[in-house]
């Protein structure tokens, strides 16, 4: 037992094992110098390492993990150039508000300004992007560091945080013994729904801000639910789905918030969006910011006399956007104190109620006007055939659902209207910042996360080449994971130009909207082991569905569109 005691452990493994204890059980990254060792140690101690090709994907992969399971998601890069790669995925998930940590070794400390082998001030760098940025000066810092930075991106609303791994740390020794006794500091992380204690250790919930609440809906004539991803990562869905349906409220979710309350609910204003949020005068906001996803809670699309009633983690975030009630803490015990509060004494709108049922009628006048699109076959492909069947052949797998990712401008906003969420964090998409690229990452997250359910992308041509390289990390670790990419020959469309703006010297180049026309994405995935499929009819789109879905094992369908299908900047023309 002495001589184990006296045994070295270098920075390596004594970070390895400080992130194991904390609870970490996986890590996605591009190893190199100086962190190789690293990553090799964390496998020896239990973490799961999933090796990228680039760190961007890798860093949202991380982040969409922490999304996913509550854990912080862990990205290791290499120092410098990695570090800045890295980026990519701690700002998304500091915009997203999802735990992760961004890991990076960084240059030898005694070669600080000499100009040193991809030398950076790291710190520097992350601190606009990160809850906190740390660095170990020392190996004797580690433990410490690491139970920071995966307590710090948790805490209150969850985000990005950064530690720094020197070179000259990471080289250093010390006693096992004194090892183990450092790493004692390190508490396991559990996620709040997980730990048993049904208020997950949270600040309770102010009552008079519940009774203020509840009485100001109570009142309402045309109230609202909404919810977002805030809500979903809270694991909020049965307080949300409990307080709809004893109340007769009719709902809607943010992107992100889809499946929280089945898509297919009597009450889901969804198809109704525009009537429901222009003339709500009483709105429940839970986990979703009032930002341009819902145009700020502002006129004209809000009513100027509508009255919100905020739930969110941030105490920011209630200030920022002074409410009728703000209501700080989490969405899962907030809504389990909303339900208890009605129950005390009901009240329900009802099927017959006026409200409920303009939403009802506006929802099933659109869908009817959408089904008349979606039930016409259209060869060559506009966007709504193939996305009705992609549609139903993902409802027809029933539960567990797969996990659906979506990217792009076209394909993401007619995928959002047609593909249906039955259960709670199911749809992962370009998020708060609408980052492209964000699709293989996602993938290879969802499909690591969620190892039961089958994991289905459904993407722009444009959107898929950000990060298209991933699908060899798909096949290496044979993940259940289905591509679809949405082939149109560009980002909206290819050349869209008037003839009269095609001029200049460069005229005869192809736009800047353009790809190379049919290409073939899907000999991509055969190149590295995985079954690819060129689809053109809704035959062999069917087929192509039902036999990828049924091997659960890596697949791409590349399906040719009409390249004048969609529109310029999805929905978003006016931005463009």
């Not at 410098?80 to 400390?109: E, K, Y």
């Not at 329900?348 to 006007?369: F, Q, T, Y």
Request: aromatic letters at 8%.
């Amino acid at each position: 037992m002495a001589d184990a005691r006296e045994s070295l452990v270098d920075g390596n493994l004594l970070a390895a094992k400080a992130f194991a204890r904390a609870g970490v059980d996986h890590m996605f990254g591009v190893v190199g110098i100086p962190v190789t060792s690293f990553g090799n140690c964390s496998v020896s101690e239990g973490i799961r390492f999933i090796a990228f090709h680039n760190e961007q994907s890798a860093g949202y992969a991380a982040s969409a993990y922490g999304y996913l399971t509550g854990k912080p998601g862990v990205l290791l890069t290499v120092s410098g150039p990695g570090c800045v790669h890295g980026l990519a995925g701690l700002s998304n998930a500091m915009i997203n508000t999802w735990p992760m940590v961004l890991v990076s070794g960084s240059s030898d400390q005694a070669d600080a300004g000499k100009g040193d082998f991809q030398e950076l001030d790291q710190l520097a760098a992350v601190k606009p992007f990160a809850k906190c940025a740390v660095k170990a000066t020392d190996i004797r810092k580690i433990p410490e560091l690491v139970s920071t930075v995966v307590n710090c991106c948790v805490a209150g609303r969850p985000g990005g945080c950064y530690l720094d791994l020197p070179t000259d740390v990471l080289h250093q020794t010390l006693p096992y013994g004194e090892a183990a006794d450092l790493l004692e500091a390190v508490q396991p992380f559990v996620p709040a729904w997980e730990d048993g204690d049904p208020s997950g250790g949270r600040t309770a919930v102010p009552e008079d801000k519940i009774e203020t609440a509840v009485a100001a809906l109570r009142g309402a004539q045309r109230p609202l639910v909404v919810f977002g991803k805030g809500a979903a990562y809270a694991r909020a869905e049965k307080g949300l789905r409990d307080f709809v349906e004893i109340t007769g409220t009719p709902f809607l979710p943010t992107p992100m918030g889809k499946g929280l309350i089945p898509d297919t609910h009597p009450l889901a204003a969804t198809a109704a969006r525009s009537l429901a949020i222009g003339q709500a005068d009483v709105v429940l906001v839970v986990g979703a910011r009032l930002n341009w996803l819902l145009h700020f809670g502002e006129p004209p699309r809000w009513s100027p006399e509508v009255k919100f009633i905020l739930v969110d983690v941030s105490e920011e975030e209630i200030e920022l956007r002074r409410p009728h009630v703000g209501i700080v803490g989490d969405a899962r015990v907030v809504m389990e104190a909303m339900v208890r509060e009605v129950k005390d004494d009901p009240f329900c709108l009802g099927g017959s109620h006026p409200w409920v049922e303009k939403v009802r009628a506006k929802a099933e006048d659109n869908v009817k006007k959408m089904s008349a699109g979606l039930d016409r076959v259209v060869v060559p492909f506009n966007f709504l055939t193939p996305m009705r069947i992609i549609r139903d052949a993902i409802l027809s797998l029933g539960s567990p659902s797969p996990i659906l990712v979506s990217e792009g401008a076209n394909t993401m906003d007619v995928g959002r209207a047609v593909l249906v969420q039955t259960e709670p964090r199911t749809r992962l998409d370009a998020g708060t910042w609408g980052t492209m690229g964000v699709g293989l990452g996602y993938c290879i997250a969802a499909a690591v996360a969620e190892p039961k359910r089958l994991v289905v992308a459904v993407e722009g041509d444009s959107g898929f080449g950000f990060s298209g390289m991933e699908v060899e990390t798909v096949v290496r670790y044979q993940l259940p994971v289905v591509v679809i990419v949405f082939n149109n020959g560009g980002v909206y469309g290819g050349d869209r130009r008037n003839p009269e703006d095609i001029k200049g010297p460069y005229k005869d180049d192809p736009a800047p909207t353009s790809f190379v026309p049919g290409a073939a994405y899907h000999t991509l995935m055969e190149a590295f082991g995985g079954k690819g499929y060129l689809v053109s009819t809704p035959e062999e789109l069917q087929f192509a569905l039902n036999e990828s879905f049924s091997a659960r094992r890596p697949a791409l369908i590349n399906v040719t569109i009409d390249p004048y299908a969609g529109a310029e900047s999805g929905r978003m023309q006016h931005k463009n």
